[in-house]
């Protein structure tokens, strides 16, 4: 059985115990100390080759905690974390008109004639 919530509803997670709040939040801070923020800065492409498997399980932690604390500890306020701007809801529209179109692809989509096209590789053509 399905239950579907009427669209103006809004779905918000539990917040936790404010005891379980305070440890995340210390476990924050001692993550923060020990230099977390500096392995997360690292280039994407090369963290799997720079960053240790112990440092990922870290930065992995790190963002779980930020989102427990964000989303479901309202009382905490952890330093350097912007609450969301409401006034930019999307709602209006006015943040689609801004935008510029996407521009379109110079030259012709279909693959050069010179290539083997799906029906020809499978033996169909």
């Known amino acids: 059985m399905v239950l579907a919530l009427p669209l103006s509803q809004q779905v918000a997670a539990k917040p936790l115990l404010s005891e379980t709040c305070v440890k ?3 476990e924050h801070t001692e993550l923060r100390k ?3 923020e500096e392995a997360m800065n690292q280039d994407p492409q090369k ?3 720079i960053l240790k498997p112990d440092d990922l399980a870290k930065i992995q932690r790190y963002l779980f905690i930020e989102g427990q604390i964000r989303f479901r500890c ?3 306020k952890l330093p350097g974390l912007k609450e969301p701007d409401s006034s930019k809801s999307k709602k209006d529209g006015s943040d689609d008109a801004k935008r510029k179109p996407p521009k379109k692809p ?3 989509l279909a ?3 010179n290539q083997n096209t799906v029906s020809q590789l ?3 053509g």
Do not use: F, V, Y
């Open 111 to 113: 693959p050069p004639s």
């Open 122 to 124: 499978d033996g169909r």
């Open 106 to 108: 110079q030259g012709s």
């Open 34 to 36: 020990g230099g977390i």
């Open 74 to 76: 309202p009382k905490i």
């Open 24 to 26: 995340l939040a210390s």
């Open 47 to 49: 963290a799997g080759e």
